[in-house]
Each structure stands twice: as structure tokens, then as C-alpha cells.
């Protein structure tokens, strides 16, 4: 099935990199095979993966329940049966790990960006101190030595 696919065929018996191959070829993005690793959200990646894989090799949904219920003897039958030609993948585009991944990113920015901003107001209001001549200039130093060491 592998060869068939257009990559070598010991790629198929090596656990974990067989199915970073298996998304690489499917989806363009292998990495996306630790999304086998969600609990529940596997459930539903193993579902689109079987029936993308039956339609690259321009099999019905039959034959993806067939790869899902018994998945050795419909990848012999897709390795073997000279009849079935991979056709190539349509990238099935799913955005959720995409979805996930930008906003907690997001959410780390703006944490980091609310953090600075507090310690950029503080050392705006101890200057302010400073210039009204409310603390000393030592008092100044030490504190701003302070928040500038949160940042």
C-alpha cells in the first residue's frame, strides 16, 4: 500500500513514523498524527482517516468501514489487488488542531502583553514619583530595578 502510495515500503512496519508517512501522504502535514494521542478527538481523526484513505484509492465508504472494522485485510487488499491505483488525496482541510493550537498561542500573548503592560504603567507612575519629588532617588533605583526584573 505504502509503494503504492509513492514511498518505500519498510516505512509501512515502523511503528509511529508509519503513521507520520500515512498523514504526510493524506494530508500534507504529518505531525498531525499526534492528534491520535487526544483522547475522544482520536475517535473522530481515525473515522476521517480511514475514509480518506479508501477515497485516494477511489474506494466507497463501504470499503473505509471495511479499513475501519478490519484494517490488516483492507490494507493487504489495497496493497495487493493490482485493479486499485492510489489516486492521489483530496487535502481534507480540519482546522480544530489549528483552531487550538492559534489560540493558545494567542491567549499566551496576550498574557505576556497584559503582564508588561502593568509593570510598563508602574515604572510610568514612579517616575512620575520621582519627578514630583515624592521618593528619593534610591527609592527610585530600588524599585525600578524591582519591576524591571518581572519583566
Do not use: C, H
Request: charge should be negative; aromatic fraction near 14%; hydrophobic fraction near 45%.
Amino acid at each position: 500500500m505504502y509503494k503504492k502510495m509513492g514511498r518505500k515500503g519498510w516505512e509501512s512496519i515502523i511503528p509511529f513514523y508509519n503513521a507520520y508517512v500515512l498523514f504526510e501522504v493524506l494530508y500534507e502535514r504529518g505531525w498531525r498524527f499526534l492528534t491520535l494521542l487526544v483522547p475522544f478527538y482520536n475517535i473522530y481523526v481515525i473515522i476521517r482517516l480511514m475514509l480518506d484513505l479508501a477515497d485516494a484509492f477511489g474506494q466507497s465508504n463501504g470499503f473505509a468501514v471495511g479499513l475501519l472494522l478490519l484494517n490488516p485485510v483492507f490494507e493487504i487488499i489495497l496493497g495487493l489487488d493490482d485493479k486499485i491505483q492510489f489516486q492521489g488525496a483530496e487535502v481534507y482541510e480540519d482546522d480544530f488542531v489549528d483552531k487550538m493550537v492559534s489560540g493558545v498561542a494567542a491567549t499566551f500573548d496576550n498574557a505576556v502583553n497584559s503582564r508588561e503592560s502593568e509593570e510598563v504603567a508602574q515604572l510610568k507612575k514612579l517616575k512620575v514619583l520621582r519627578e514630583e519629588e515624592l521618593i528619593s532617588e534610591e527609592e527610585y533605583n530600588e524599585k525600578r530595578k524591582d519591576i524591571v526584573s518581572k519583566i
